[in-house]
Every structure is written in C-alpha cells, then in structure tokens.
C-alpha cells in the first residue's frame, strides 16, 4: 500500500508547481501538477483565492476539496508528483460525485498515472 500523501504548505512550493506543472481547468476547481524525480506520495496543495468569497466561504470550499481528493487518493494512490487543487466559485455548489469526477477528469488531462474510475 502506497503511503498517505503530504502536504504542500510553503508559498515557494505552490509557485513551482504552477510555473513548471501542467494545467488542467475543470468545472469545479483547477489542478496544477508537477512530477517529481522521487517515488515519494505525492503532495498535495490546496487554495482557494478570494474571489471565491470571504473566509467562511473559502474555508468550506477548500475543505470539499480536501475530502475529495482523500477519498479519491485512498483508494487509488498516486506517487512521485505534487499536486495544487485550486477551488473556484462553482466548487462550492458542485455535487460531490461530480466534483470527485472533475478531479479524476483533471488528473488524466494533466497525465498524472492514475487509472481510478470514478
């Protein structure tokens, strides 16, 4: 079983995933990846600008995306590769399934290897 995956959480980490990673918009929410040389988890980042609404806003829907991308990510892991999940204003109104579709949709757009069928 492949270990659980990390956390981005310094400024210099999300700025270089998004310089270097590809890009994949979706519906619900934008994902950011870039591969790494490692075999490590992958780690992900989450941020939710305030376009989006003010903190209580933000915070509910970065915590969607946090559970979405957990219960993806448990049951089929990835590894070697950081991952940005960027929330947008439609993220918070999204179903859930298919919030969690757009996540498996943007994953294989950006050619992360991940064969999860959702």
């Not at 947008?88 to 498996?104: H, Q, S």
Request: aromatic share 4%; no cysteine.
């Amino acid at each position: 079983m492949a270990p659980a995956p990390q956390r981005l959480k310094r400024r210099a980490e999300f700025l270089l995933v998004a310089g270097k990673g590809r890009k994949a918009p979706m519906p619900g929410l934008v994902l950011q990846a870039l591969a790494r040389d490692d075999g490590g988890p992958a780690r992900l980042g989450f941020t939710v600008t305030k376009k989006v609404g003010n903190a209580v806003v933000r915070n509910r829907t970065r915590r969607r995306l946090q559970e979405a991308a957990r219960l993806l990510l448990a049951e089929r892991p990835v590894s070697g590769v950081d991952l940005v999940l960027i929330g947008r204003a439609g993220t918070r109104a999204r179903d859930f399934a298919a919030l969690k579709a757009d996540i498996v949709r943007a994953l294989a757009k950006a050619g992360v290897p991940w064969d999860g069928a959702s």
